[in-house]
């Protein structure tokens, strides 16, 4: 059954840019300027401190998200866009919630967090404060069940995702990197 192009629905977008002051907000200007909200963000350096890696979770048409590939790929500063949303792999958020804690409901809490593998990074008398990682999904189920209790505060990291699998820069992308680098290419290299 063919994609309906016209059904909006989550994208994720993995994007590799040049580590440089500036680009995070030609990127975003790009999903703005066509009147759409990025659902979730996430940025960080990687194994080359400079390149940086972004995760962007956005709701648009399958239309929409083609150009905004096409137009990520033509700013400079971008070195390689990979749409995961229907290729194969993993991905990850983290969450912070503090919530109230009375003597009463401590165990309960703690069962729970147990559960779902959450670590308890802070302790009041009046309250837990958990750290939890995972898909969406656990993420939204653990809010769930801690909201009787009294959740107090709530801070959520962007999705992260990686392919599964070998799946890498190819050569030419390392080579790109390279020459962006400034770095010799390998004798007897070949493209």
Do not use: C, W
Not at 9 to 27: C, D, H, K, P, Q
Not at 77 to 97: Q, W, Y
Not at 135 to 144: L, Q
Request: glycine content about 6%.
């Amino acid at each position: 059954m063919p994609l309906d192009l016209s059904e909006v629905r989550r994208y994720t977008i993995a994007i590799l840019v040049e580590n440089r002051f500036g680009v995070l907000s030609r990127v975003s200007g790009l999903f703005s300027g066509r009147g759409y909200n990025i659902d979730s963000l996430s940025v960080a350096e990687t194994l080359d401190p400079t390149v940086a890696r972004m995760t962007i979770v956005a709701r648009a048409t399958q239309l929409v998200i083609e150009q905004l590939v096409k137009q990520l790929h033509k700013l400079i500063d971008v070195i390689k866009v990979i749409d995961l949303t229907d290729e194969e792999h993993v991905s990850r958020e983290m969450l912070l919630l503090r919530v109230g804690a009375a003597p009463a409901t401590r165990a309960e809490i703690l069962r729970i967090a147990d559960i779902f593998r959450a670590k308890i990074v802070d302790v009041t008398p009046l309250s837990y404060t958990l750290e939890v990682t995972g898909d969406e999904s656990k993420i939204s189920a653990i809010v769930e069940l801690l909201r009787p209790f009294g959740i107090q505060e709530v801070v959520r990291t962007g999705k992260v995702a990686i392919a599964r699998g070998s799946k890498i820069l190819s050569r030419k992308d390392q080579t790109k990197l390279q020459q962006l680098q400034g770095a010799p290419r390998a004798v007897g290299y070949d493209s």
